[in-house]
């Protein structure tokens, strides 16, 4: 299927060689980065973007010995592309749309996120430049699945989701880059490779699948929650706020799609599933969770 693209690493190298001028201040970098383009997709609210600022500082001086792999990564993304979303339809079953999406090449602040989300008509896929060689096929398969599984269940282009959408949405992108990407850790698909975050979630089961059961019919941020500048996606926030939560949901949708497959279900069966059953299938799956062991392996 064909790609609109639009990479953005070279307006960035254009950036970054005006932004690293000497004498130049950091005010006068994060106003060139506003005004030349915004590199990464970040919340345009007053605290998202002191958010970003934040971030921006912080990874500044990555930027200057990340210069060759930024460029280096967006032309592997853009050659990429083509290929992983035709596998991602090929492992969901799923025939596509008449218009091409678009992929959005960015720059961000080298925190392995993307971004899918519906603007003006069209579908969005971003995949950061930055990210390692290892962790890009991993990132775009999650992304593509993502818009793959949109495109399948016909899912609403709401920006506000079910909770028991989320679960099965994320859960769906993580085993789909387990079945693409083989032989990496759980802790690597559930985008938590470092942290030990994923070992604290294991521990926290009953309790976490209770939480989520719990909320299945309340509203979340969809993508807009996954974008760069997010609390959710720098693995930060206050125990029991959102962006905990966000995560929780995250670890609660590896344990239900995985329980779905040990069940003889294949991620093309779950990717069709219709959204207004998600949440009655949710609730079962975390029901029969509950009072079955944690299973000893993994993918």
């Not at 003889?264 to 029969?288: C, M, Y």
Request: glycine share 10%; with cysteine; net charge positive.
């Amino acid at each position: 299927m064909r790609l609109w693209q639009l990479d953005m690493t070279e307006r960035f190298l254009h950036f970054y060689e005006r932004a690293s001028r000497p004498g130049t201040s950091m005010d006068e970098r994060w106003r060139l980065w506003r005004k030349m383009g915004r590199f990464a997709p970040v919340p345009t609210t007053p605290d998202g973007m002191k958010r970003a600022r934040e971030m921006f500082e912080a990874v500044w001086p990555r930027y200057g010995q990340s210069l060759d792999a930024i460029a280096a990564g967006g032309a592997a993304v853009r050659e990429a592309a083509p290929g992983v979303l035709g596998d991602v339809m090929q492992l969901l079953a799923c025939r596509g749309r008449t218009l091409p999406p678009v992929l959005v090449v960015f720059v961000g602040f080298f925190e392995n996120n993307g971004f899918v989300e519906r603007s003006g008509g069209l579908d969005v896929v971003g995949i950061p430049a930055e990210l390692a060689e290892t962790q890009r096929p991993l990132t775009m398969a999650r992304e593509f699945t993502q818009l793959v599984h949109r495109w399948k269940a016909r899912l609403s282009g709401r920006r506000e989701r079910r909770v028991a959408r989320a679960v099965v949405s994320e859960g769906l992108a993580m085993h789909a880059g387990a079945a693409l990407v083989p032989g990496r850790t759980v802790e690597e698909y559930v985008m938590e490779p470092e942290s030990g975050w994923w070992a604290s979630c294991v521990q926290r089961r009953e309790e976490i699948l209770r939480g989520v059961r719990e909320s299945l019919t309340a509203a979340v941020s969809d993508s807009l929650s996954r974008r760069t500048g997010d609390e959710r996606s720098r693995g930060t926030g206050a125990p029991g706020g959102p962006a905990d939560r966000q995560r929780e949901a995250r670890a609660a949708g590896w344990w239900v799609v995985e329980h779905w497959l040990r069940q003889g279900a294949s991620l093309a069966d779950i990717a069709g599933w219709d959204e207004d059953s998600l949440v009655q299938r949710a609730d079962r799956a975390i029901g029969e969770l509950l009072v079955s062991p944690l299973p000893t392996a993994s993918p």
